[in-house]
């Protein structure tokens, strides 16, 4: 996996505020023409229930559970050749560029996600926010 923007502690450096300023690249979110073999093997990488779906740069969805595969399996799917498209939920949490880190924060807290992609206001992925990167950027913000 390539290696995450950090927040960046600048001496006199005001606190991020907004979302935008701690949005990483990594982890990207899943494309819709991904096969869920693949999807579950980077879920289980990542540690993830629910992780974003998108269209190349827009967001459309989020696949659910550790193994996904196996519920396509379970169906008689080959999960090698199914899509995450055919499985994603349409019911997607986010948040915008402009956000502030607590409307982020609640966002994560509300829904149980460690994941919550940034999106502009043409739901295009900008980046990801993860509850460890609000953490920190709190952490960071008291000292």
Known sequence: MAAKKSVKQVPGAKPPKCV??????????LQEKSSLKDAGEKMRL????????????RL????????PERKAAGFGHDP???????????????CFVD??????????????????PVVDKEMRVIGIVTKADLALAERRSKK
């Open 20 to 29: 935008k300023d701690i949005a990483c690249l990594e982890p990207k979110p």
């Open 46 to 57: 990542l540690h993830a229930d629910r992780l974003p779906v998108a269209s190349g740069t």
């Open 60 to 67: 459309v969805g989020a696949v659910e559970g550790k193994y």
């Open 80 to 94: 090698a050749t199914t899509l995450v498209r055919g499985i994603m939920s349409k019911k997607i949490y986010y």
């Open 99 to 116: 956000q502030s880190l607590d409307e982020a924060r609640k966002i994560i807290a509300d829904h149980r996600i460690q994941y919550l």
